[in-house]
């Protein structure tokens, strides 16, 4: 049975900082594509990042410099952390690990961004 798991959501002041975890089970974490989507109030579900089995990483463009991906395969866990949070980065965001054939999902994880 696949699991993936995210943790590390909360409200935040604008200007703060989260690190989401998403710990994956029941796949061989090594071999896929993991990446972070999030879905605001009202709007569709956007990529935020993601990052590939060689570590390679894209961005949305209005998150570079300020969003970084990472991946621990010994901890089947990938992490974004988020650096100088705005209110329009309120949303539910998503743990996602992708291969040929096969595309899983977290439950989400709530990040808030208000004073």
């Known amino acids: 049975q696949v699991q993936l798991v995210e943790s590390g959501g909360g409200l935040v002041q604008p200007g703060g900082s989260l690190r989401l975890s998403c710990a994956g089970s029941?796949?061989?974490?090594?071999?896929?594509?993991m990446g972070w989507y999030r879905q605001a109030p009202g709007k569709q579900r956007e990529l935020a990042a993601f990052i590939t089995s060689r570590g390679s990483t894209n961005y949305a463009d209005s998150l570079k410099g300020r969003f970084t991906i990472s991946r621990d395969n010994a901890k089947n866990t990938v992490y974004l952390q988020m650096d100088s949070l705005r209110a329009e980065d309120t949303a539910v965001y998503y743990c996602?690990?992708?291969?040929?054939?096969?595309?899983?999902w977290g439950q989400g994880t709530q990040v808030t961004v208000s004073s």
């Open positions: 029941g796949i061989i974490f090594g071999g896929y594509t």
């Open positions: 996602n690990a992708r291969a040929v054939g096969f595309d899983f």
